[in-house]
């Protein structure tokens, strides 16, 4: 990882993605290969039938079975995109941040204001980016 401005950056931004369920393989995984100065450079999920459609429709990615080698891998990302049960958006976010990466967390953040407070307080500590995502397409406006 480079900790080079993004605005400076000539090459691809690599992301990882952790949870190809519907959210990170309806939104997500698109979304990321939508972007030129993004790249999909891996896709975690331990389901066998949804790495082969990972495999399928992200051929350039990566495929890897746990969070766990995931963080064991040195694979070189800049960016986590965590699209998985809500209850593991906290330590996989904590994991994400230790290892020096930015952060996207799917909504919520963390379960309690006190647990968010403490992942903004420890990417502001590390230089980090910590965002949630909120997907608003069914708002009315959008749909509009």
């Known amino acids: 990882m480079t900790d080079a401005p993004l605005a400076e950056r000539a090459a691809p931004f690599r992301v990882a993605l952790i949870g ?5 393989a309806a939104f997500h995984a698109p979304l990321i ?4 100065s993004l790249e999909l450079a891996a896709i975690v999920t331990g389901d066998e ?3 082969a459609l990972a495999r399928q429709r992200h051929p350039r990615a990566r495929v890897i079975a746990s969070a766990d080698a995931f963080w064991r891998d040195t694979m070189d990302v800049d960016l986590v995109v965590i699209s998985t049960p809500n209850r593991t958006h906290v330590p996989l976010a904590r994991r ?4 020096g990466l930015h952060v996207v967390v799917d ?3 963390a ?16 230089g980090r980016i910590l965002t949630p995502y909120q997907n608003r397409r069914w708002d009315g406006d959008f749909l509009t």
Do not use: C, D, N
Request: glycine residues 14%; charged residues 35%; neutral net charge.
């Open 20 to 24: 190809f369920g519907l959210g990170g």
């Open 33 to 36: 290969e939508a972007v030129s």
């Open 49 to 51: 039938g949804r790495q």
């Open 96 to 99: 994400a941040l230790e290892r």
């Open 107 to 109: 909504k919520p953040l």
């Open 111 to 126: 379960p309690t204001a006190r647990e968010a407070g403490e992942l903004i307080a420890e990417a502001r500590e590390r």
